[in-house]
Every structure is written in C-alpha cells, then in structure tokens.
Nanobody, 116 residues
Framework: QLQLVESGGGLVQPGGSLRLSCAAS???????MGWYRQAPGKERDIVIVLDWSGIMIHVEDSVKGRFTASRDDGKNTVYLQMNKLKPEDTAVYYC??????????WGQGTQVTVSS
C-alpha cells in the first residue's frame, strides 16, 4: 500500500501559480495516478488522471489549459503545475491511484488557497 505525501500548497493571489508534489513511499511504476481536490463543504473530486506513461487521459473542464500533471517514476513522485489560479481552485489537493480503492489510504493533502 502506498503512503502518499503531498506538498507545495499555500496562499496565492488570483492569477498566480503553484507547483504541487506528491511523493509515494513505494513504486508508482505502471500505475495510473490522479490529482484530486476537496473544496470546503464538498466531496473530493478527481481533477486530472495521469496514465502510467505520463499522458493526461482526463482533465476536468474547469482546469483545462491551466493545470498540467506530470510524473517522475524514478523518484516515485507526481507533480501538478497550476497556473492562472482562481478563487474557485481553493481546496485541499491530494494524489492517489486511479481508480481509487477503499484499501488505498489518503495522505494529509496540501491546502491551496487562492485569494487576494
């Protein structure tokens, strides 16, 4: 079972950028990985799915053209580059396998707050 540690969040003004990282305790080789987010009072939703080869096979409409995911299997790390951030992007961001199974634990997430 992977242990996941997300980092890189923070407070940013609208229009700004952040780069999130997600380090896994074990190999992510050949695994599809996803970035999820949970806004206050809402359910956790998937934002981007990155297949095992590094291709983004799913991108939520609201982040298209602004967010890019990538991976470095040698470092067992997944990244999320977020540009042109909007207040509605405010959420706790997580990474995990796709599809997620109930046996897959979640990390602590990293808080992203977009506000002036």
């Amino acid at each position: 079972q992977l242990q996941l540690v997300e980092s890189g969040g923070g407070l940013v003004q609208p229009g700004g950028s952040l780069r999130l990282s997600c380090a896994a305790s074990g190999s992510i080789n050949r695994k599809n990985m996803g970035w999820y987010r949970q806004a206050p009072g809402k359910e956790r939703d998937i934002v981007i799915v990155l297949d095992w080869s590094g291709i983004m096979i799913h991108v939520e409409d609201s982040v298209k053209g602004r967010f890019t995911a990538s991976r470095d299997d040698g470092k067992n790390t997944v990244y999320l580059q977020m540009n042109k951030l909007k207040p509605e992007d405010t959420a706790v961001y997580y990474c995990n396998k796709v599809p997620w199974a109930q046996t897959d634990s979640w990390g602590q997430g990293t808080q992203v707050t977009v506000s002036s």
